[in-house]
Nanobody, 115 residues
Framework: QVHLVESGGGLVHAGGSLRLSCAAS????????MGWYRQAPGKQRDLVAA???????NYADSAKGRFTISFDNTKDTVYLQMNSLKPEDTAVYYC?????????WGQGTQVTVSS
């Protein structure tokens, strides 16, 4: 079983930056893809960005040009660099790992962007 632990969330002013990290531990970890999702109060959980094992990336329109996802397979860690943050980016951010259709989630990390 894979255990995912997110870190790096916090409070930042609009226009600022944060880097989220998600470290995987546990059984042999060879994800097909990893992603970052976010959920604001009263809203559904939505994909922010994803990266495949081959390095292909996919971004939500709201994240394009501002966020960058990357995966370091030597550390089993996925990152989300978030720049030019906006108040509407405020949410709990969750890490997700897809291992050939078996999905694991982290506990989430809060990101709050003040105006």
């Amino acid at each position: 079983q894979v255990h995912l632990v997110e870190s790096g969330g916090g409070l930042v002013h609009a226009g600022g930056s944060l880097r989220l990290s998600c470290a995987a531990s546990g059984s042999v970890f060879r994800p097909t893809a990893m992603g970052w999702y976010r959920q604001a109060p009263g809203k559904q959980r939505d994909l922010v960005a994803a990266v495949t094992r081959g390095g292909s990336t996919n971004y939500a329109d709201s994240a394009k040009g501002r966020f960058t996802i990357s995966f370091d397979n030597t550390k089993d860690t996925v990152y989300l660099q978030m720049n030019s943050l906006k108040p509407e980016d405020t949410a709990v951010y969750y890490c997700n790992a897809d291992q050939a259709g078996v999905y694991s989630w982290g506990q989430g990390t809060q990101v709050t962007v003040s105006s």
